[in-house]
């Protein structure tokens, strides 16, 4: 299904500008700057749709592609960080909230972590609202190139750890990195699964 074309079809900024969800949908959240455009370009090898940057806060609406009318790929905007002003910044983050706990159609939310910082304060918090509304959720930790192989394999071990009682998570906890490629086929491989065909 990542074989078809991404096209951008919608931004929001406000809930009721959602599209109609007649899409199986999957979600991209986390942080400022975890990523969450990068792999979005990757998994589709389409590189450019999404817009990426280094200066985080880049994304500031909840934008929606269509992949091959299959599936919508949701790029979120990040979250605990921005240039942005803290009222904006706040009702980007509502915004978030609203999304990942009412959407309807959507299968599943990939829960972006650098691999460097782990999860911080609000993934937690991300995490504890998508138990309440049962929203299924896994975790990816990116930019696995920068950092050591056993770093990485910890801060795994350290999440799963975290993670074992929540009852919306779900396992594996894949490793990526949009910049070498690694991860990415098998990502690709479990998120297949949602499309509609
Ligand atoms: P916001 O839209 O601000 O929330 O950020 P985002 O999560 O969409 O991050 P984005 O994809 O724009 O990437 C942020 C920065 O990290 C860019 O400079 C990317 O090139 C870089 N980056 C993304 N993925 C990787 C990776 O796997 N490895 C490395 N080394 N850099 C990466
Ligand atoms: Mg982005």
């Known amino acids: 299904v990542f074989r078809n074309k991404l096209t951008f079809f919608a931004a929001a900024k406000v809930s009721s500008s959602f599209p109609p969800p007649d899409l199986p949908e999957i979600a991209f ?3 400022s700057n975890v990523g969450k455009s990068s792999l979005l370009n990757s998994l589709t090898r389409q590189w450019g ?14 934008n929606f592609f269509n992949l091959g009318s299959k599936l919508c790929l949701v790029d979120l905007p990040g979250y605990g960080f ?30 972006l972590i650098d691999t460097k910082w782990g999860m ?9 609202l998508m138990e ?4 299924k959720y896994q975790i990816v930790l990116t930019k696995t190139d920068l ?18 009682t929540k009852k919306s998570a779900l396992q594996p906890l894949m490793m990526v990195s949009s910049k070498t490629g690694a991860g990415i086929r098998s990502l690709r491989t479990v998120l297949s699964n949602i499309s509609r065909f």
């Open 29 to 31: 959240a986390g942080r």
């Open 49 to 62: 749709v999404a817009r990426t940057s280094d200066k985080p806060g880049l994304t500031q609406t909840i």
């Open 82 to 111: 921005a240039y942005a002003k803290e009222e904006v910044k706040e009702s980007w983050e509502e915004l978030v909230k609203e999304y990942v706990s009412t959407r309807e159609g959507l299968k599943r939310v990939c829960l």
């Open 120 to 128: 911080k304060a609000r993934d937690h918090e991300l995490v504890e």
């Open 132 to 135: 309440r509304s049962k929203t």
């Open 147 to 164: 950092a050591f192989p056993v770093d990485v394999a910890r801060r795994a071990m350290q999440i799963e750890e975290s993670l074992k």
